[in-house]
Structures are given as C-alpha cells and as structure tokens.
C-alpha cells in the first residue's frame, strides 16, 4: 500500500533563505510518481513540481526543485530564495501507476518571516 | 479557461438534508476526481471517473454518489447528510492517470 509521511508540522523560514520541506514515501511498486501542492490560506490546491520514479534527474520548476533520493524513498521539495507569498501549507502526493489513487501527505505549513 | 470550477463555495446543511455538489472542468480532461479534506489533514479520495459514463469509487465513498455524462460535468451527491461528512470538497481533473492534477477551489461544508 502507498504512504505519504510529512514529519514536519510547521516550519517557520526567514525570507530569501532556502528552505527543505520533507516527504518521504513506501511503496512496492516499481513504478509511481511523486507530486508536491500548495495550498494558500485561501484554501485552493496548486501544483508545484511532478518527479517520476524512473527520472534520471531531480525535477526543477522555476524557484521550486524536487530532491529525489530513490533507495531513501524521500522526496524533498527545496524552495530556494523563499518569499512571503511561500507562506502556505505544502503537500506531498504520490500515485503507484494504474492505480487511480494520490494519497496525500498530512502536510508542512511553512511560515515566511520578514 | 476558467479551468475547474466548483459550486458552492460554502453551504450549511441539516442532518439528512440532500444537496448536489457541482464541478466542470473546461480543459477536456478525461479523469476527474472528488477528495474531502478533513481539518489538519492531506485530501482523500471520494470518487473518481476516467471518463464520460464511468465512475468508480475511492478510499472514502459511503455516504457519497457521483455521475458522469458529459466530459466537463463531475457532479457529487451527498443524499443523507451527516456530520462526519462537514469538511472541504475538492474536484480535480487530469489529463491522464499519471499527470498532475488541476484542482477546484473546493466548496466548505458544515453538517449540523
């Protein structure tokens, strides 16, 4: 069965420093994404930064990149020059392929500081 | 493209009360998806569809119906209100099983 664990309740980051939210995942399917969301206080999801399990390389998008490290089973969103628009809960998703389901992390409320 | 858009945005209903939670999507996504989101919790599964006239259920479906005509319309039924069920709907919508899925803005329901 797949499992998304998200150790860190809530993190509280100066602004333009980078910041490291975790996720680390279990599954025995050979084959899966790994999906990162935001979501601001006013409550809509946002997709962030996709990584699939067969990637050579760390998935980047724009400020947002994916530390993929596939025999820890973790999956790292780095935030680099962080700003007070991050402020938001982050979630970790994944999907085993063929099987409908994303099963989501409980989440990181990441809090910038000016 | 307005992308995937729900209706209401907020609604209170009585225990037992019906009500019909609305979704579109305008991107000619065949999958679609209904999670709730329950306080200090991630999103789970309600129901999902790979396309028009197929539905299937998710981790939580009791208490929940869903269909599907049309591509755009994911409409979620709620037919005997009940406390447990007061939370977030979100409707999402994906290309395909394995991209990244567009999400609604979510409508906030409170059973009481």
């Known amino acids: 069965a797949q499992k998304i664990t998200q150790t860190q309740p809530g993190m509280f980051v100066q602004e333009k420093e980078a910041v490291t939210l975790d996720c680390t995942y279990d599954t025995s399917d050979p084959s899966y994404g790994l999906f990162w969301y935001k979501q601001p206080s006013s409550g809509e999801m946002i997709f962030l930064i996709y990584?699939?399990?067969?990637?050579?390389q760390n998935a980047t998008e724009g400020r947002y990149s994916l530390n993929f490290q596939k025999a820890r089973k973790s999956a790292n969103l780095v935030i680099s020059a962080s700003q007070l628009g991050d402020s938001a809960m982050y979630f970790c998703a994944m999907r085993e392929f063929g099987n409908e389901k994303l099963t989501f992390g409980t989440g990181t409320r990441l809090t910038i500081i000016p | 493209n307005a992308g995937v858009t729900q209706t209401p945005k907020f609604r209170i209903l009585k225990i037992g009360q019906s009500m019909t939670l609305q979704c579109t999507q305008d991107m000619n996504h065949n999958y679609m998806y209904w999670y709730r989101q329950d306080p200090g919790m991630g999103l789970k599964l309600i129901y999902y569809s790979v396309g028009a006239g197929i539905t299937d259920k998710g981790e939580v479906p009791n208490g929940y119906n869903v269909s599907r005509s049309t591509t755009e319309d994911f409409p979620l039924r709620l037919e005997l209100a009940a406390p447990s069920q007061t939370s977030v709907y979100f409707c999402?919508?994906?290309?395909?099983?394995?991209?990244?899925?567009?999400f609604g803005p979510g409508t906030r329901l409170t059973v009481t």
């Open positions: 990584q699939g399990s067969y990637d050579q």
């Open positions: 999402a919508s994906s290309y395909k099983l394995v991209h990244e899925q567009y």
